[in-house]
């Protein structure tokens, strides 16, 4: 069975536990964050939370970053919140919120590769949807298991909803019942569900086609992708218009068709990727 979320001690701000909670490396245009606390099962305590906000910060600040990858330590990617410190009387500490976390992931530049190494539950889902492109080994559990704590998957729906259709949520979110990941892929959850020793290859593969997109251009479709379907028609087609304009008299875009016709390499590509 797996766990919704961690039962622990009181979270503390200077717990020696959560200076490396969140990890970052960066290598060859990919920076990979890394949720590192296998013994919470990555639940999601405050200290957690702000340490990856401020790692997501910091890829989406660095021109030498052309992809996020998100991934873990241990079985669990994520477990939803920390029982604990979302218990009422407790204070949380100052600094960025779970909801900030998915406002920098959606409107930040740079495409957010979710690599799903385990079990995702409760507001772990959430952080599984919110990422441009999950991929999740298919021998681990999947649920929003809000209802049974008695809560809801409250601020996760605003990321889930718009991937799934009303009758999916409906069910998911009432009967709080854990799926497999082939059955968060079918819903619109994710992208891929594969064995475990697939999945750095499918991960590697989106890598390698995504840093041959340039840096505008890839920011300019997270834009798309996460404001049209809000827009009405004749909105969207105005605002496109003009955003397209924009784009084509880009210097990145005038690189781009001349490395085309060239049949040569954009410039932006890694050089490693090359």
């Keep these: 069975m797996v766990a919704m979320a961690t039962d622990t001690n009181e979270p503390d701000m200077n717990d020696p ?21 296998p013994e919470r099962k990555n639940s999601l305590a405050p200290e957690l939370v702000n340490l990856l906000a401020e790692r997501i910060e910091t890829a989406n600040n660095d021109d030498s970053v ?15 919140a920390d029982l604990k410190s979302a218990r009422p009387g407790i204070s949380e500490p100052k600094g960025l919120s779970f ?4 406002t920098m992931i959606m409107r930040g530049p740079k495409p957010v590769i979710g690599r799903i190494d385990g079990h995702a539950t409760g507001g772990g889902v959430g952080l599984v949807s919110v990422c441009d492109i999950s991929v999740m080994r298919d021998d681990a559990k999947f649920g ?26 409906s069910e998911l979110f009432l009967t709080a019942e854990r799926i497999t990941p082939a059955r968060a892929e079918a819903v619109g959850l ?26 505008l251009a890839l920011a300019a479709c997270k834009r798309i992708i996460n404001e049209v379907p809000a827009m009405g028609i004749d909105e969207g087609l105005v605002e496109m218009t003009k955003q397209s304009g924009e784009l084509f008299r880009t210097e990145e875009a005038q690189a781009g068709i001349a490395a085309f016709v060239a049949k040569e390499t954009a410039p932006w590509v890694p050089e490693a990727r090359q």
């Design 66 to 80: 052309r992809v996020i990858v998100l991934t873990n330590t241990g079985n669990t990617f994520c477990a939803g």
């Design 17 to 37: 536990e959560f200076d490396s909670a969140v990890l970052i490396e960066t290598a060859d245009g990919v920076a990979t964050i890394t949720l590192n606390l």
């Design 144 to 169: 929003f298991t809000e209802a049974r704590l008695g809560v809801a998957p409250a601020i996760i729906s605003v990321v889930c909803l718009p991937k799934m259709r009303r009758a999916d949520a």
């Design 99 to 102: 909801a900030d976390v998915f």
């Design 190 to 215: 994710i992208n891929d569900a594969v064995p475990a020793d697939e999945i750095d290859a499918r991960i590697e593969h989106y890598i390698d086609m995504i840093v041959r997109g340039g840096p």
